[in-house]
């Protein structure tokens, strides 16, 4: 081994505490690298290849009834593969315990499964007949239903019970969600029952024809133009709405989080070595300003420049080498965890762990690269040291007033060690600016989880709570007459109720298009509470649309602008409609309309297709095996499902308050290290005064609090542009967050910081305690 490099050893040695820390930085950073980059890449490969084999539409179109024999003519239209006719709907299913509602999907299967979105494994689709159907995977799972089983769904009010033939997985029901407005997946309160196509046709009279259509196309560069000719050639059949493969609920969500992982792998680890390569420079600054003197022996005896500085980078070089081999490992196994956490709310049957080589290249390229331009930051100082002077001890430097002292209001009232702080936090004004950075960045990634928590709590209680206020929303299996509330009113104990119409249709403005519900309610409404962008109360106008932020944005719309809505109900024109408010909602996208008016202009007068109800009735059991009612949505089964949801959240919420945490005791635990080293001989002198240990220890930790409180002050606009970052980022049109930023999220962002920090100082106690004061006065340079 050549000397230097047994040098370099030692010298790492000598700084464990401080190597060991960045090392555990970079490995951090790079795991969460690894992790999330290999779990968002065999996400994707699985999906596509299940996607690809299930023979997922490319394009499914929602009508309200096509005969049998018009599929033909959509076979031959222009790029178009396959056609597949199903019947669709959704009914309650008859369980044990009455205070629960379960509602199930029944869906026709052809015989053999058709040609599109096949299940998986393919051998489940034989033998489905009469009486018998396949449930899907998740549903199958929580409630412990087995095949054998018995379930018995009400469908057209009539009870039908069907033995479960199989349990299947399918590419359509990835994230098994009843619609946009669930917000998580509930899988023991929605499931999924394929049937004989000739058992759904004779319950819902539905003899040679369909309400859904699956489609698949060759190219799918030709999805857009063959879903607008499709608009115009079915609008006789009453389509109700199309959606294309990119706009499905579960492909959708499912983009959503891989979105997500790409974004933390991009963020965070670059933060990560960001810290990491400041820490480098702090201390090999520190090392190269103790080493001066065998710099300067170094280069006496022959040795170049170069090899000098290269001596020192190989300790950075080291440190990132370490830090990468260490961070690949454990990034991959959290790869394989966050796979199998991943496979509780996405039923990818295909999914497996694969090592994908080119970001183990990418990791340890560019920590090397971060490491090294750190370590040249921090070791550059060797190329001036030249052998003669670095025989002489390096000159102090010299004192200077520093800004606040001109200011002797304040000056003249701080004590003694409050003074000796802050002059020395401004002796080494450039530390000081890489700790404050740093810090503030630890304190920043803290901010966002907290707000994550606060804004998913603060986004359901708004819509559950404030924007929409009834108990229940009563489907109905079709549009009927108003009067329907009548009927309803005499099963029930109800203290209010209301009429609705939700349709779907094409909003647009130009060449912006966008299909959402449009939801119909009275003018003066009881369970609707609706905001504009300035938070102030509106009420829906006679004539005119409210529309969401989020659809103002995707069609670039802006109150007093005008929007086309594009009807799909037969002899139903499309009309232009102002848009009187942009109003705020969290979840999902409508547009809002007084009843009457959206029954003149777009459906039909005295239509209804659901009822609002403000009742503490046992709803779900009384209309359990009702004609005609399609679902019952709660508020109560909503909340539940939340709060299973925010117990997952938390884990990793307290994951990524660690990773900050991580930062700010790397960056305070080596920056004190690194002060009482270059201190002893001050910190004796202060011993020869009279200071014990303890004052000196404290004189320390009120540097760290001046430092770590810039550092909070100066991380409240960067945490807020994380924020605002995030929150852009994960809008779509299933949710968005709202832009709640509130004191508290610093508060608890900053106490967090505080804690870490506070570890790290107590860490540094001990060296403290083990500093030899009497040899540090005698010391000298040798």
């Given at each position: ?85 199903r019947i669709s709907f959704d009914v309650p299913l008859k369980i044990d315990d009455k205070g629960e509602k379960v509602t199930i999907r029944i869906i026709s299967m052809p015989e053999g ?90 319950v819902y009279g539905f003899g040679g024809s369909y309400n859904e259509l699956l489609i698949r196309v060759k190219d799918e560069d030709m999805i857009d133009d063959i879903a607008r000719k ?469 004189m320390l930790a009120k540097e760290n609090f001046v430092i770590t409180v810039i550092s909070i002050l100066l991380g409240i606009p960067m945490g807020t542009g994380m924020i605002y970052s ?57």
């Open positions: 081994m050549k000397k230097l490099d047994l040098r370099l050893l030692r010298m790492i040695k000598a700084s464990k505490g401080q190597f060991i820390s960045v090392v555990i930085i970079i490995m951090v950073g790079l795991s969460i690298f690894i992790s999330f980059s290999t779990t968002a890449v065999n996400m994707r490969n699985a999906i596509d290849y299940y996607y690809e084999e299930s023979k997922l539409s490319h394009i499914h179109v929602q009508l309200m009834r096509i005969p049998q024999n018009a599929l033909n003519e959509i076979e031959s239209m222009e790029g178009v593969t396959d056609v597949q006719g499964g058709g040609k599109v979105n096949r299940l998986y494994p393919g051998e489940t689709m034989d033998g489905l007949n009469q009486g018998k159907t396949i449930l899907i995977r998740q549903f199958a799972q929580a409630r412990n239903i087995k095949p054998g089983d018995i379930i018995q769904p009400y469908i057209n009010g009539r009870e039908h019970s069907l033995k479960v033939a199989d349990v299947a997985s399918s590419s359509e029901f990835v994230y098994l969600m009843e619609n946009e407005q669930t917000m998580m997946p509930a899988n023991e309160r929605f499931g999924v029952a394929y049937v004989a196509e000739e058992f759904a046709q004779s499709l608009e115009e050639r079915l609008d006789k059949y009453g389509v109700k709405r199309i959606v294309k493969r990119e706009d499905q609920l579960s492909n959708k969500i499912l983009s959503q989080e891989l979105l997500g992982l790409d974004i933390m792998a991009a963020a965070i680890p670059v933060l990560f070595l960001i810290v990491a390569g400041i820490i480098i420079v702090i201390v090999l600054s520190r090392i190269v300003s103790n080493d001066r003197m065998s710099i300067g022996v170094l280069k006496a005896l022959g040795y170049s420049n170069g090899q000098v500085l290269l001596h020192y980078l190989k300790y950075a070089l080291i440190i990132g080498i370490t830090g990468s081999v260490l961070g690949i490992i454990v990034g991959l196994v959290i790869a394989g965890a966050m796979s199998e956490i991943y496979a509780m709310f996405f039923e990818i049957p295909l999914l497996k762990v694969e090592i994908h080589y080119i970001y183990i290249i990418y990791s340890i390229v560019l920590t090397s690269l971060f490491c090294m331009v750190s370590g040249f930051m921090g070791a550059r100082r060797v190329l001036g040291i030249m052998p003669a002077d670095s025989m002489r001890p390096e000159p102090p430097k010299s004192g200077k007033h520093i800004f606040i002292e001109n200011i002797s209001f304040i000056w003249s009232r701080l004590s003694f060690s409050w003074k000796m702080v802050i002059r020395n936090i401004m002796r080494t004004k450039r530390r000081f600016v890489f700790l404050v950075m740093g810090l503030a960045m630890a304190f920043a990634i803290n901010t966002i989880p907290i707000f994550m928590w606060d804004n998913a709590t603060g986004m359901f209680y708004i819509q559950y709570g404030k924007f929409q206020k009834m108990d229940y929303i009563i489907g109905l299996a079709k549009p009927m007459n108003e009067n329907v509330i009548y009927d309803v009113k005499g099963l029930l104990k109800v203290g209010k109720l209301e009429p609705r119409v939700e349709y779907p249709f094409e909003i647009s403005n130009g060449l912006k298009k966008l299909n959402a519900n449009i939801v119909g309610v009275p003018r003066n409404t009881m369970f609707y509470e609706f905001r504009n962008e300035y938070d102030e109360e509106v009420i829906l106008p006679y004539k005119g649309i409210f529309i969401t932020e989020y659809m103002a944005k995707a069609l670039n719309v802006k109150k007093g602008d005008y929007v086309r809505v594009r009807n799909f109900i037969p002899g139903k024109d499309d009309m232009y409609f102002e848009v009187k408010e942009v109003i705020k909602q969290y979840l999902g996208v409508n547009a809002y309309m007084d009843i009457e008016h959206m029954r003149e202009k777009l459906t039909e007068k005295n239509m209804i297709t659901a009822i609002s109800v403000a009742s503490k009735d046992d709803v779900k059991t009384k209309l359990e095996d009702i004609r005609n009612i399609s679902f019952v949505n709660s508020r109560e089964d909503m909340t539940k499902a939340f709060e299973e949801y925010m117990d997952v959240m938390l884990l990793s919420i307290n994951i990524m308050i660690l990773f900050g945490g991580i930062l700010g005791f790397a960056l305070i635990y080596n920056s004190t290290i690194i002060s009482i080293s270059e201190r002893r001989m001050e910190l004796a002198a202060l011993r020869v005064m009279g200071f014990d240990k303890r004052e000196i220890f404290w995030i929150a852009d980022a994960f809008n779509t049109e299933i949710y968005s967050l709202p832009m709640i930023i509130t004191t508290r999220i610093f508060i608890l962002a900053g106490l967090s910081t505080v804690l870490f920090v506070s570890i790290a100082q107590l860490a540094a106690l001990k060296k403290i305690h083990n500093i030899n004061f009497i040899d540090a006065l005698k010391s000298r340079i040798s």
